[in-house]
């Protein structure tokens, strides 16, 4: 691995099925970061982590869930996928809020 | 929740002109970064601005932090159809961790 790593990169899911989305990094990046991007347009923030063993809620939680055991691993979970959370989804680490963001190639998730 | 405009939105300019585009909120940041995505790909950094009324070059792209640090611009001199991409500014707050990106502009640069 080197770099930001994101799994699967596609899925289509079924409405209320569970799904975790994978995200692992090997830059020992304390921060990292779920965004989606709906419409080929801005990222909206979804939970981010300062460090492991602690998250935030961003701007969309709603619907969302994270945890950061370790500084590699975070995943992204979808207790019960409505058709609204269809998006494409991005997975980012940074060594500190100044530095540069790296991002995984995205996770694009159809739920219908 | 902070707030990031970006316009235009939409932007089609033909090769060789030149373009701005601006990045405002009503919230103070301590640095802000411009990024350019590409169809099926995450965004990668241009630049990350941190002080006040600083300036920086990326060859034809020249970055503008506003004296007040809430707002920033991106000009591109003789636009390249290579430059054709999202261009998203994402702001960070002294202290915390949280990024916020801004609504983007999807430049098109047609030969």
């Known amino acids: 691995i080197a770099g930001i790593t994101q799994a699967p990169t596609s899925q289509i899911l079924a409405a209320g099925r569970r799904m975790t989305l994978r995200c692992t990094q090997d830059?020992?990046?304390?921060?990292m970061y779920w965004y989606r991007q709906d419409l080929g347009l801005g990222l909206r923030l979804i939970h981010y982590?300062?460090?492991?063993?602690?998250?935030g809620k961003g701007e969309v939680p709603d619907g969302y869930s994270v945890s950061r055991a370790n500084t590699d691993d975070f995943p992204l979970t979808l207790a019960s996928a409505v058709p609204s959370q269809t998006s494409v989804y991005f997975c980012?680490?940074?060594?500190?809020?100044?530095?540069?963001?790296?991002f995984g190639q995205g996770t694009r998730l159809t739920v219908v | 929740t902070q707030l990031l405009e970006q316009s235009p939105q939409f932007l089609s300019i033909q090769e060789g002109e030149n373009l701005t585009v601006y990045c405002n909120s009503s919230?103070?940041?301590?640095?802000l970064q411009w990024y350019r995505q590409e169809p099926g790909e995450g965004p990668v950094l241009l630049v990350t601005?941190?002080?006040?009324?600083e300036v920086k070059k990326l060859k034809r792209l020249t970055f503008q932090f506003g004296d007040a640090r809430k707002d920033s611009s991106l000009h591109i001199t003789a636009a390249q159809p290579g430059d054709t991409g999202l261009y998203l500014c994402?702001?960070?707050?002294?202290?915390?961790?949280?990024?916020?990106f801004g609504t983007g502009t999807k430049l098109q640069v047609i030969p």
């Open positions: 919230s103070v940041f301590s640095s």
């Open positions: 601005v941190v002080t006040g009324g």
């Open positions: 994402a702001g960070a707050t002294g202290g915390y961790q949280k990024v916020t």
């Open positions: 980012a680490s940074r060594l500190t809020t100044n530095t540069e963001a790296f």
């Open positions: 982590s300062n460090t492991a063993g602690t998250t």
């Open positions: 830059m020992r990046h304390n921060a």
